[in-house]
Structures are given as C-alpha cells and as structure tokens.
C-alpha cells in the first residue's frame, strides 16, 4: 500500500527499500532513522532489521495497483543508490515506474556518484524526476552529477539547508526545494541563506519551494517566507495537482 505524505512536496510515498546508512552532515540527525527505530520498536515487520537497509520485494507492486494517478516519493525511508542496494534490484524497482506513465515518481539520492554511474542502465521514462539533496555547499559536485541524468525532471532539495550555499549552478535544473531541518537536535536555518536561494531561483527562471522552517516545532513554525507561502512546481506539470 502507498503512504500518504506530510511531505509538503510531495502525495504519497512508496518504500520498496527501508534503512541507510549515513554519507554526509546531512544525515546526523535523520528523521527516517528515528522513525525506523520506532517503527522497529513497535513490531513493524517491514522493520525487523531497523535501519539496515532491506530490501523489499512485495513492495515492488504497490504502484501497478493505484488506480489515482499521485506524485510519489520513492524511497522515503532510504537511498535507492545506496552501495547495498544491488543494481539488479534498481532496475526493478525502474521497470515499475517505467510501467505507471500516470504517476509522477521523485527520486531523491545524496549518492549521486553511483547515479552517475549506473544512470545509464536505467530507464528514464518522462514520470521519473530525480534529485540531489545538497545540503551545504560543501557538496555542490552533486549537482554536477545530477545533470548528466538524462531524466526529463531534475530537482535539487536543500533540506536540512546547514550553510550559505551562494549561487549554486542551476543550468539544467528543474526544480529547487529548501528546508530547514526538524526534531529535537535540528541546526539553525539562516533567513538570508534562504532569501539568497530564492532570488537566484527567481533570477534563473527555476521553481522555488519553500518546505518548511524547521526547529523543534516545525509546524509551529511553518513555511511563510517573508509572509508568502511558496509551492512552486517545476514543469511539466503532472496533470493533476496536489
């Protein structure tokens, strides 16, 4: 079955790998492993193995069944190019996307060297977007691998936004996410940082989200950047909306 989201940008998601491992800064304070290790605590049998990453075969058919077209995180609770998830298994999990053209799938890696490396091994059906979390500027080479994918929607989210990131490249680049990170550990988020994202965007023609400022209470905080919500999507946009 798919999950509805609370993710701001996205309906639903769809977990055919669960668990990771961490890569960068980004991932000290992980939600999708504190939310393993809950779920894990509670019996969850997709969670037996807490945040080892497992991979999930009777998931693989969930989206053949949804008969709404949705937008649909893919892996929320992983990496799909993660080193232990084998290419064979991402080319399963590809031929299902490859197979729902009325579903839109987001593909979100901080691996993307190992998207570089296998990209050409997938298929990149129109409905498939992929993105890079890049969340200083200490890892803008991601984006530099992202754009040598030759998927119609290429996305960048900045969530847990940790530094300036000053004028990142965005030639080629569909759609940019920004986010302030959340729970009881999160790092401040700079306004400035944020506004300078923003005005580069406006200034490249790229769409701007603004997920969410973040903190302890993020709902508290919420997502008004200087009094104005952004939820911007990139185009072509699917043919239903969120």
């Known amino acids: 079955m798919s999950a509805k989201s609370a993710i701001e940008w996205t309906e639903s998601t769809w977990n055919p790998v669960t668990g990771c491992s961490k890569i960068s ?8 492993e504190r939310m393993a290790k ?3 605590s509670m019996g969850n049998p ?20 949804w008969k709404r077209a ?5 892996c929320s609770m992983s990496d799909l190019f993660h080193k232990e998830v084998p290419i064979e298994f991402i080319q399963k999990v590809f031929s299902i996307m490859n197979r729902c053209p009325h579903h839109v799938f987001q593909v979100l890696t901080k691996r993307s060297s190992r ?4 990209q050409n091994h997938l298929e990149w ?9 890049v969340e200083s500027d200490q890892y803008t080479n991601r984006i530099k691998d992202l754009n040598a994918v030759d998927a119609q929607v290429r996305f960048i989210s900045m969530e847990p936004l940790l530094s300036d990131i000053p004028n990142p490249e965005l030639k080629g680049i569909d759609w940019v996410i920004v986010g302030g990170e959340s729970g009881p550990h999160s790092r401040p988020m ?3 940082w944020v506004r300078k994202i923003k005005e580069h965007c406006h200034r490249k023609d790229v769409p701007f ?26 185009t072509p946009q699917p043919v239903y909306r969120i």
């Open 190 to 192: 700079r306004p400035e």
């Open 70 to 74: 949705r937008m649909v995180f893919v």
């Open 209 to 234: 989200f603004f997920k969410q400022w973040g903190g302890v209470n993020k709902k508290k905080n919420g997502r008004l950047l200087d009094g104005k919500v952004y939820s911007q999507y990139p």
């Open 115 to 118: 998207l570089l490396e296998i």
């Open 46 to 65: 997709k969670y037996s193995n807490g945040f080892k990453p497992t991979l999930h075969e009777s998931a693989l058919d969930e989206p053949l069944k």
């Open 38 to 40: 809950r779920l894990h």
């Open 25 to 32: 800064e980004g991932c000290l304070y992980c939600y999708a």
């Open 125 to 133: 059906t129109p409905n498939i977007w992929v993105g890079v979390t």
